[in-house]
């Protein structure tokens, strides 16, 4: 009798846990959510009524800072550029290497340390690399370019594409190499037509996270890339980013210009937004074949 | 008895491991062999030396011949791709290339430049079905295979390792992940199979041996304890390990 009675106590020490747990999971998740949701609302509020077809198709006129003429085709064109560039950089540093350390190195002491440094590197902000980038700019005699801003990003994008990208190699599983050994193939048609058709939507999604990064960023580009009203005809002349029109329109003391900041802002949120539902489907349809 | 594979002086350690001792043994062509003996007594290692799987882990260490056709394939120069498209292997659990059904069945044809063309087409319809999957998959071809169930898996696994055109089929517990009547479907195949293929099994399941076997091996602890005719050992066993193990005893 006694027995049952704690073992009932116990069952409910059990459920009151349970949803203990559950209420912290979904509250976090409204906190996740409500914050999207929040500042998804706030830019549009705010940046909808300034956001019209010259802003998105004209660079900025006489007087644009001031409230007058133009639009921010520079900064848009310029942030692409700039992620763009980097993005492309990183992915030729970032695939060998995280190749290499998924599979040949796996388990080697100095790939731990490879790793470790990444994640310094992924956790130093991105002002520093900004200021680095600078004091080796003012070294070589460099201007502020978009060649410079593009490297600079590509340093910033590195590490997180890297990681990402390894932990897709990892998650590769070994019985599907063996099972494309077992039928005669050698290691590379394994890695080409088997492991690469495996990774390849985990890779699209890595390259996009490390785009998003990319293109959000202002401090890194700050100095290296420096801003200009004109698109940049080639990797030398500096170059403008959305980032850093935000930032400009935001504080000057008009009204009008601050309203265009939150437009920037809306251009370049919907632009990571394309970007992530675009990768969403990309994966999803490579997707379709992997092996789970 | 007319040999396929022959096994001499075979030892094999794991890192400080010595899991196969001395093995000597034949292996009779277009047959059934079942290797069989409790866990850890070296049946799979023991497989996985007749397609050179054992240098895909670390630290394996190989002494000894296996020949097969008597060509020993651990001489230097043998081209391991060459051997492994002779032997073939069906996994314990199945591992479906990450492609449609279609493509899963061509990837070994392609890539050993075997069929191409319409020619294709014939004969990935012809292995689905000595593998018993084409009912059931004629009209979604070029479906991810990774859709399939675990049992239509094992025998589309079945379908692509025929594909390659081996002599020998290799299978590692091959119904251990599946269900019963998957199982049985397998063993069917096996059974119609053996009248063009050498086949080899690792089992760990006694009656399926008995249902299967033409040839019987059994192991025990990384020692070759007793091998013949299926019925000749499961009758009257030499060995007094071989009747304790038959017996349920060890």
Known sequence: ?292 | MDPHIQVRDLNVHYADNHALKDINLDIPKRQITVIIGPSGCGKTTLLKSFNRFLELTDQTRLSGQVLIDGIDIYAPGMDVTEIRKKAGLLAQRPFPLPMSIYDNVAYGMRIHGIQKGRALDAAVSRYLEMAGLWEEVKDRLHQPAARLSIGQQQRLCLARGLAVEPEIMLGDEPTSALDPFSAQHIERKLLDLKQQYTIVLVSHILRQAKRLADYIVFMYLGELVEHGPAHEVFEHPRQERTRAYLEGLI
């Open chain 1, 1 to 292: 009798m006694k027995e049952r009675h704690f073992q009932r106590r116990h069952l409910h020490r059990r459920h009151v846990e349970e949803g203990i747990v559950k209420a912290l999971m979904v509250l976090s998740f409204m906190l996740l959510a409500g914050s999207l949701g929040f500042i998804l609302i706030t830019i549009l509020i705010k940046g909808l009524p300034a956001l019209n077809w010259d802003m998105l198709t004209k660079t900025p006129q006489g007087g644009f800072y001031l409230g007058k003429e133009g639009g921010i085709l520079n900064a848009i064109i310029g942030s692409l550029y700039l992620a763009g560039g980097a993005t492309l950089l990183a992915i030729l540093v970032s695939l060998p290497l995280a190749l290499y350390l998924g599979t040949y190195v796996r388990r080697a002491r100095w790939a731990d340390f490879v790793r470790l440094s990444m994640d310094i590197l992924w956790g130093i902000p991105s002002i520093v690399y900004g200021a680095f980038g600078f004091t080796i700019m003012l070294a070589l005699g460099m201007r502020a370019s978009l060649l410079a801003g593009i490297l600079v990003l590509t340093l910033l994008e590195f590490p997180i594409m890297t990681r990402a990208i390894e932990e897709v190699v990892r998650m590769v599983p070994h019985d599907l190499e063996q099972a494309s050994y077992a039928l005669g193939s050698t290691r590379l048609e394994t890695a080409l037509r088997v492991v690469t058709r495996q990774m390849l939507p985990g890779i699209v999604t890595a390259i996009l996270l490390a785009f998003g990064r990319g293109i959000g960023d202002a401090a890194s580009v700050l100095f290296t890339a420096g801003f200009t009203d004109r698109i940049p005809t080639s990797l030398f002349q500096p170059v403008a980013s959305l980032p850093l029109a935000v930032f400009f329109q935001l504080s000057t003391p008009f009204p009008e210009v601050q309203q265009r900041a939150y437009a920037s802002a809306l251009i370049l949120t919907a632009i990571v937004l394309i970007i992530s539902f675009g990768s969403r489907w990309l994966a999803t349809r490579l997707g379709r074949n992997i092996i789970k």
